[in-house]
C-alpha cells in the first residue's frame, strides 16, 4: 500500500515569494507522481506529474516539482508566486505497474497575500 | 460529454433519508473513483472500480455507504439512513486504461451533500 504526507495544511505566502509544497510518499514498489490543484470553487485538476526520466518536471505556470527517490519527496514549488496561486494543492501517488488505485494526501491550502 | 458529469451539484436531505448520487465518467474511461471531501479537509478515498474486476471497497467509511457501476459507464453512491457528518463535497473522478499511461485521473464537479 501507498501512502501519501504534505506538511502543513495551510501555507500563506506574500505575492512574488517562493514557495515550497512539501510532498513525501511511502511505497514498496516503483510509483507515478502527481501533484493537483483545486481552485476556489472549482474541480480537481492535473499540474504536473512524474512519470520516468527527468526528476525536475515543470507545469505551464511556473510550478515544478523534483522527484527525490532516495527521501522519498515530491515537493512542489515556485520561486515566484501571484494571487491566482491561491489554491488548494493536493500530492498523489499510484503505483507505476498495472492498473492501480491512485492515493491522495490531505491537501495543502496555499493563501496568496497580496 | 467532454468531461465527468455529477448530478445532482447540490442535495440537502434530512437526516435518516437515503440519497443517491450520480456520476457519468469520460465516455471509454475503464477506471472510476470516489472520494469525500468534508469542508475543510482533504480527498478521502472512498471506492475504486477498474473495468470488470472487483471494485475496491476499502475506502468506504460503513456499511451505510455502497456504490454500483455497470460496465465501464454511470456509477452511483448510495448512502443510506443519512447522517450529519455525512456532509460533504463527493468527488467522481474517471481515468483511461492506456498501455504505458500515467492513467491521469479527471475529476468531476463533485456533489454538495448536505444532511440536516
Known amino acids: 500500500a501507498q501512502s501519501v504526507t504534505q506538511l502543513g495544511s495551510h501555507v500563506s505566502v506574500s505575492e512574488g515569494a517562493l514557495v515550497l509544497l512539501r510532498c513525501n510518499y511511502s511505497?514498496?514498489?516503483?510509483?507515478?507522481l502527481f501533484w493537483y490543484v483545486q481552485y476556489p470553487n472549482q474541480g480537481l485538476q492535473l499540474l504536473l506529474k512524474?512519470?520516468?526520466?527527468?526528476?525536475l518536471v515543470k507545469s505551464i505556470n511556473g510550478f515544478e516539482a523534483e522527484f527525490n527517490k532516495s527521501q522519498t519527496s515530491f515537493h512542489l514549488r515556485k520561486p515566484s508566486v501571484h494571487i491566482s496561486d491561491t489554491a488548494e494543492y493536493f500530492c498523489?501517488?499510484?503505483?507505476?505497474?498495472?492498473?492501480?488505485?491512485?492515493?491522495f494526501g490531505t491537501g495543502t491550502k496555499l493563501q496568496v497575500i497580496p | 460529454g467532454a468531461g465527468v458529469s455529477q448530478s445532482p451539484s447540490n442535495k440537502v436531505t434530512e437526516k435518516g433519508k437515503d440519497v443517491e448520487l450520480r456520476c457519468d465518467p469520460i465516455?471509454?474511461?475503464?477506471?472510476l473513483y470516489w472520494y469525500r471531501q468534508r469542508l475543510g479537509q482533504g480527498l478521502e478515498f472512498l471506492i475504486y472500480?477498474?473495468?470488470?474486476?472487483?471494485?475496491?471497497k476499502s475506502g468506504l467509511p460503513s456499511d451505510r455507504f455502497s456504490a454500483e457501476r455497470t460496465g465501464e459507464s454511470v456509477s452511483t453512491l448510495t448512502i443510506q439512513r443519512t447522517q450529519q457528518e455525512d456532509s460533504a463535497v463527493y468527488l467522481c473522478?474517471?481515468?483511461?486504461?492506456?498501455?504505458?499511461?500515467?492513467?491521469?485521473?479527471?475529476f468531476g464537479p463533485g456533489t454538495r451533500l448536505t444532511v440536516l
Open positions: 512524474y512519470l520516468s526520466g527527468s526528476t
Open positions: 498523489a501517488v499510484r503505483p507505476s505497474g498495472g492498473y492501480q488505485k491512485v492515493t
Open positions: 511505497s514498496s514498489v516503483s510509483v507515478y
Open positions: 465516455s471509454g474511461h475503464t477506471a
Open positions: 472500480f477498474q473495468g470488470n474486476s472487483a471494485p475496491d
Open positions: 473522478a474517471s481515468s483511461p486504461r492506456i498501455s504505458g499511461s500515467s492513467n491521469e485521473q479527471f
